[in-house]
């Protein structure tokens, strides 16, 4: 069975920085795209970034761009979300995700229907 286990969530003040991890296990062959979502309660799921494995082609979302850096490190079998210079609105829990090839497109990436798995959550609080 897949699994994907955020962490590295925390607190912050604004303008301060955090690192969340994704350890995938299990079986997760041909889910070539990887993203990071993000929830706030009452609101629906936010793709903030994705990364295609293969190709290495990612995508932001305008509101993370210059400040957010997707990643992964194969030989951990862990994807990143490198965060700086955080802003109160970017306070949320943050989801990994993983889905086929075809996720990682400009119209698709940040759609949640379009990947098959996901982690728990890991969450993320900015203070101003």
């Known amino acids: 069975q897949v699994q994907l286990v955020e962490s590295g969530g925390g607190s912050v003040q604004a303008g301060g920085s955090l690192k969340l991890s994704c350890a995938a296990s299990g079986p997760v062959t041909n889910r070539y795209c990887m993203a990071w979502f993000r929830q706030t309660p009452g609101k629906e799921r936010e793709g903030v970034a994705s990364l295609h494995l293969l190709a290495g082609r990612t995508y932001y979302v305008d509101s993370v761009k210059g400040r957010f850096t997707i990643s992964r490190d194969n030989a951990k079998n862990t994807l990143y979300l490198q965060m700086h210079n955080l802003e109160p609105e970017d306070t949320a829990m943050y989801y990994c995700?993983?889905?086929?090839?075809?996720?990682?497109?400009?119209?698709?990436?940040?759609?949640?229907?379009?990947?098959?798995?996901w982690g728990q959550g890991t969450q993320v609080t900015v203070s101003s």
């Open positions: 995700a993983a889905g086929g090839t075809g996720a990682c497109t400009l119209a698709a990436y940040n759609l949640s229907q379009s990947y098959d798995y």
